[in-house]
């Protein structure tokens, strides 16, 4: 079955620690990934996709096939870091994301 | 900038009752999409939609139906609303291309006494 894990509800950092938020992922194919952020009352929006390889508010995301993992990484936390983050797969010929159920980080002061 | 619209950010209604959450997008986009969001089960996809007059469900479906006569305006429909639909309706669109990007719309947040 294709699925997103993320194995994490909540992720706490102090601000300038290196944040890692994880998501791996079920499917046989190429997989296409991406993670979205959603601010406090704010419209959850596109963080990065995989196939950019764009590095985003200072966030990056490497596909690792062998792992199935989509794992996202910032070396240094700032607090208006602190949002809700999706990782999403759609797979190859697909229409419709498949989301993980989400990882809350905040970044404390 | 793509717009997506929500019409209400916040409902109250009784159960039993149908309701409605419209939602309308400007870019001229094929897909539309309706998800909830509940803490610790993620964006859930309940209906989407190609194109006017077409639908297809999503994971969810059951005791919701939607609508879409025209391109831009996506309506999920409640047909007797109950208690554990109390949750965060979010709207969708994207283009027909590959690996567009959906835009999303702020949420309305249902809640059912």
């Known amino acids: 079955a294709q699925r997103v894990t993320q194995p994490e509800k909540l992720l706490s950092v102090f601000k300038g620690a290196p944040v890692e938020l994880k998501c791996n992922y079920s499917?046989?194919?190429?997989?296409?990934l991406f993670w979205y952020v959603q601010y406090s009352r704010q419209r959850l929006q596109l963080l990065l996709r995989?196939?950019s390889r764009e590095s985003i508010k200072g966030f990056t995301a490497d596909l690792n096939k062998g792992e199935t993992s989509f794992h996202l990484k910032k070396p240094f936390a700032q607090e208006e870091d602190s949002a809700m983050y999706y990782c999403?797969?759609?797979?190859?010929?697909?229409?419709?994301?498949?989301f993980g159920t989400g990882t809350r980080l905040q970044v404390f002061p | 900038d793509v717009k997506v619209t929500q019409s209400s950010r916040y409902l109250v209604k009784r159960t039993g009752e149908k309701v409605f959450l419209e939602c309308v997008q400007d870019?001229?986009?094929?897909?539309m999409f309706w998800y909830r969001q509940d803490p610790g089960l993620g964006l859930r996809l309940i209906y989407f939609?190609?194109?006017?007059?077409?639908?297809e469900k999503g994971d969810i479906p059951e005791g919701y139906s939607v609508s879409r006569e025209k391109k831009e305006r996506f309506s999920l429909i409640l047909e007797s609303a109950s208690t554990n639909q109390t949750s965060m309706y979010l709207c969708?669109?994207?283009?027909?291309?590959?690996?567009?990007?959906?835009?999303f719309g702020n949420g309305t947040r249902l809640t059912v006494t």
């Open positions: 969708a669109s994207s283009p027909w291309t590959d690996n567009s990007p959906l835009h």
């Open positions: 499917y046989s194919g190429s997989p296409e």
């Open positions: 995989h196939i």
């Open positions: 999403a797969l759609l797979p190859r010929g697909a229409d419709k994301l498949i």
């Open positions: 870019m001229d986009h094929e897909n």
């Open positions: 939609s190609y194109d006017v007059k077409m639908k």
